[in-house]
């Protein structure tokens, strides 16, 4: 199987408690050699 797109949720997945992307999670979508696409409930404005 190889994966060729990643969805992540953006509170409390991409985002930390201070609402900001740690270096860490940073480096990772970064390095990655795959499509990454943010999904939320929140509205397209506040994303």
Do not use: H
């Not at 609402?19 to 499509?35: I, Q």
């Amino acid at each position: 199987m190889t994966i060729k797109q990643i969805f992540l949720d953006m509170d409390g997945t991409l985002l930390n408690e201070q609402g900001t992307v740690s270096d860490d999670n940073r480096r990772t979508v970064a390095d990655s050699v795959c499509s990454v696409t943010l999904v939320s409930a929140r509205a397209p404005m506040e994303m």
